[in-house]
């Protein structure tokens, strides 16, 4: 994701159901900082739910602390065990392409997801370093657009704080 807004690649129809297009803006920390609270809320509340989803025990799934397979996601099955209502298509597999797959490429792949996302990590967090130190990423010197916000902070306004009057 960072590095398709970075070069300006966003989808053609609008961001928001009042009309607001997707903002304009190339550098994607400051581009974050454009989007309104309420898709910030919507994109947390999305996160929150794959979170607690993915916390579940049921007799389908095991937590992988209580015996299960760490990176095995619990399926959206409908019934008393799932989601009430249908969904059509699981996080992994949607498709059920790898059913017949066996357990040696199962975990070989895992391996790599799990690969994947820490390299990811490691790349997006050298981005927001780069951007908000120059030339603490020497090899992204004058690749990336510096940022003078705060990328840790998701809102620009401090709901928890503002109760005790900090911004």
Known sequence: GYIVHANGIKFPWAMQMDG???????NPPALW???S?????????????????SELSTPNHKHYMAGGKPGDYPDFSTGPDGI????????YDPFKLGKNMSEETKARRLRAEINNGRLAQLGIIG????QCA???VPLLSGVVQPYDGEPM??????????????N
């Open 153 to 166: 902070a998701p809102f620009v306004t401090n709901y928890l704080g503002s109760a005790w009057g900090i």
């Open 20 to 26: 607001a297009p997707f903002p304009s803006e190339t």
């Open 84 to 91: 009430p209502h249908p969904v059509p298509f699981n996080l």
């Open 37 to 53: 609270d309420d898709a910030k809320w919507q994109i947390f509340a999305l996160i929150g739910f794959l979170e607690f989803w």
């Open 33 to 35: 900082d454009a989007v």
């Open 127 to 130: 981005f927001l370093s780069e």
């Open 134 to 136: 120059p030339g603490s």
